[in-house]
């Protein structure tokens, strides 16, 4: 996870250019978010842009609805994090103060599905984990609206061109409406220079990367590991597991589980999981259905495969009454 933070000589210099300064942030998951409230509260004027119907990006909350109409929230994507820079913990220990973060005291472990047993539980002194409260997208949410910062949701960024002019950016979106000129553009997903992008929409990625080769190869080697969550509520808590989060080994399927509805903050009335795939097995799926939306059947074959590991493992005696796959 990205935090970003300013030095004193940066930031004089950009209060004294704040007036005429506007800037676009493309995307509002945690990096474009944190970069848009460090700007704004700098004297910029900020538009975040987010072709998503929310903030969060990977650090989101799914709202889901169960049979008996009951809603049911899931943090799908990041779990929770961790901060090993100063820097950063002083902006997590702000946002605990501002009620939006806490931390996660649970206990964690690892489990091995070659012997069926739990290899570890995590020792006092581990890496204290933080979670979003309500949601993971909380943190996005409350940053999104800070003063000085505009969001736009559903609106993807199809095309950033460069005119050698006093404003230069110009942004225009995935129907053709410009979107206006900026004195800056911060991109906070490798998307809009990937061939990926061309994949998903049909249009080329909205950023020349001939105008900048030096980034290309950069670009280039940040991985892309693609994973599928299933989302999961029980009745009963699944007492036969020792632990609110855990790790997987010699599993070709699954990676990662966790109880959602012991963070703090979150809704007790069931007892919700997630379960995260290895990126190999999300590869493996996808090399045989491509990059476009999934069909419900697929899921719902994904959804099966990724439980059975999960009931394999011996942890897990009862059936959930809901349960749902998403590709991220
Ligand atoms: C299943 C899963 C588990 C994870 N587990 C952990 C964990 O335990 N701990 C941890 O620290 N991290 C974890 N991560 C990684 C973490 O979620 C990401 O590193 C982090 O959230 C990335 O934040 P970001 O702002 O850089 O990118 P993102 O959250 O991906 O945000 C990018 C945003 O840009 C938007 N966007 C992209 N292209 C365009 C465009 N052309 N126009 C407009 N908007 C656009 C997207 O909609 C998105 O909202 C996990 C991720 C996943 C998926």
Redesign the pocket.
Known sequence: ??ATTISPAIRKQMSSVAVAMKVAV????????VCASTLARNGVSVTI????RG?????SQRREIGEDGKELMFD???????VSNSDAMALVHEWESRGFVSEWKQVFGSFDCASNKFLGIQQEGDAKKYVGVPGMNSISKALCNESGVKSMFG????KMEWLEEEIPWLLTDSKGENLGRFDGVVA??K??VSPR?TQVTGLPP?LDLSLVPELATKLQNIPVLP?F?LMLAFKEPLSSIPVKGLSFKNSEILS?AHCESTKPGRSTDSERWIL?STPDYANSVIAKTGLQKLSSETLNKISEEMFKEFQCSGLVSSLPFFMKAHR?
């Open positions: 996870m990205a493309i995307g509002s998951g945690i990096s474009g978010a842009f987010d072709s998503g903030p969060g990006g990977r650090m799908h994507g990041a779990p929770f994090f961790c609106t993807g960024i199809a906070s997903d998307n809009i992008f909205p994973c969550s990662w995260h991220w």
